[in-house]
């Protein structure tokens, strides 16, 4: 069984590892291989911004990114080890993360993936999440094609 907490600044390298191994499948896509760096998160959790992580074992298994802007929760990097996949640990730290941000007042939640994900846009549609825009791309995503950034929201 999984607990949620908080992560801790000093577990930055083990949170940049399961989002980098959890978005490997995104790999043939990117310019660089990375979905992140130690410095990227580091620089997310100073500026004020949550990650909460799924430990098993005395192991993370899964991380989550959230951020609040006003009455608007958004959260990202939503990552889970690849051989876990599946097991509910993805849903359970979402969850946790509309809690969050729910609990801080906020009246909805949003997220963005790439078109390229085609398996993630009726995922979130289950649970509750509708597209509410898109955009081409831009270069900080550093994707090797055109693509289109999809925006999706729904209320909490």
């Excluded at 005395?58 to 599946?86: E, K, N």
Aim: charged share 25%; hydrophobic share 35%; net charge negative.
């Amino acid at each position: 069984m999984f607990t949620i907490r908080f992560a801790a600044i000093e577990e930055t390298d083990q949170v940049v590892h399961i989002i980098n191994a959890a978005f490997e499948v995104e790999r043939p896509f990117r310019l660089r291989g990375e979905r992140t760096s130690t410095e990227d998160v580091q620089r997310l959790m100073l500026d004020g911004n949550t990650f909460f992580i799924a430990e098993e074992d005395h192991r993370i298994v899964g991380t989550v990114y959230v951020r609040i802007t006003g009455h608007t929760g958004y959260f990202g990097m939503l990552a889970v080890d690849p051989t876990l996949q599946r097991s509910g640990i993805g849903r359970a730290l979402r969850e946790h993360a509309e809690g969050l941000c729910k609990q801080r007042g906020c009246t909805e939640m949003t997220l963005t993936t790439g078109d390229f994900r085609t398996e993630l846009l009726p995922y979130y549609s289950r649970a509750g999440y509708k597209i509410v825009s898109t955009e081409p791309g831009t270069p900080e995503w550093s994707m090797r094609n055109e693509f289109r950034i999809v925006h999706m929201a729904k209320m909490l």
